[in-house]
């Protein structure tokens, strides 16, 4: 089953979004003329719609604003799993996600729209998933993201390739960069499939969630196979794990709600130890952990 935020009301999202924007403040993020103060505008509209009762505006304005509701649910998310924590360069990682194209549909299509701000919200959803169950998490560092645990160190590298021609030369990549940082720490590559599965960042129909995990866990599973990821994890000498993510806005009779759905692959025995350690980490994204020993 893949984890969920669900959403009650405008109301409570928009509350919850307000105590995001004064964190990032707090950090140094000014917010003012940013993506992030247009989200809270678009955000009152529906809270507006959503008093008047008017289901048929109310609709309209979820499909329009699907992009919106999806970028306030990722950084929502990266407050509740960072806040009222100690991570060294948060405050300059939160400054970078501010910019960059309202749309996540537009990174590529918009005249020098820039794909940086939304692949460091995606280290910081990776990092925030790992420091809610206490591991100790640097994003000051060359690589994407640096934690331990237990006297273990971990170095993550994070990608979002937008097309499956990309994904075998992504994967390598990441996990050249983070072999070449450290030769004492354990690789670890973070790979959102996204963009490539939803590249228009339709919102799904979803009212039974196990449906939609099924449905997440088989685009998953279909994509890393077409990228000869077996093959490539058994050349990597070195003790390598691989997480993928597709997080998507779903939508039930009611409301809409946004789903995430992780799977973690190991390429040898230890990096299978390496895999269970991550345990805790995996049971606080998905209630089932999804853990393959190519």
Same mark, same amino acid.
């Given at each position: ?161 937008? @097309?499956? %021609?990309? *994904?075998?030369?992504?994967? $390598?990549?990441?996990? =050249?960069?983070?072999?070449? !940082? ?36 088989? @685009?998953? %599973?279909? *994509?890393?196979?077409?990228? $000869?990821?077996?093959? =490539?994890?058994?050349?990597? !000498? ?36 390496? @895999? ?19």
């Amino acid at each position: 089953m893949p984890h969920l935020s669900a959403i009650s009301s405008f109301e409570e999202i928009y509350e919850q979004f307000a105590l995001t924007n004064e964190w990032m403040a707090s950090n140094g993020a000014s917010l003012a003329a940013t993506r992030v103060a247009t989200y809270q505008k678009i955000l009152a509209e529906l809270v507006v719609a959503q008093r008047a009762d008017n289901v048929t505006l109310l609709r309209a304005k979820q499909t329009q604003y699907v992009d919106v509701l999806f970028e306030i649910s990722e950084l929502n998310f990266i407050y509740r799993g960072l806040a009222r924590r100690y991570i060294p360069g948060l405050e300059q990682k939160l400054q970078a996600i501010r910019s960059g194209p309202h749309k996540r549909s537009d990174e590529k299509s918009s005249s020098g729209a820039s794909t940086h701000p939304r692949n460091t919200a995606f280290e910081l959803v990776v990092a925030a998933n790992f420091a809610r169950n206490n591991f100790e998490v640097d994003v000051s560092r060359s690589e994407d993201i640096r934690m331990s645990s237990r006297g273990y160190t971990y170095t993550v590298e994070c990608k979002r390739p937008y @097309a499956r %021609n990309q *994904l075998g030369r992504r994967i $390598d990549e990441a996990f =050249r960069q983070a072999a070449g !940082r450290d030769e004492t720490s354990g690789c670890i590559a973070a790979i959102d499939l996204s963009a490539i599965w939803n590249p228009t960042s339709n919102m799904i129909d979803g009212a039974n969630p196990d449906l939609i995990g099924q449905r997440l866990v088989a @685009a998953i %599973n279909e *994509l890393y196979l077409a990228c $000869d990821l077996v093959k =490539r994890l058994h050349n990597w !000498r070195r003790a390598v794990c691989i997480f993928f993510r597709i997080s998507t806005m779903a939508r039930d009779a009611a409301m809409p709600y946004y789903a995430q759905q992780w799977i973690g692959i190991a390429n040898s025995q230890h990096a299978v130890s390496l @895999a269970d350690s991550f345990a805790s980490f995996n049971r606080s994204i998905n209630e089932a952990p999804n853990f393959i020993a190519p």
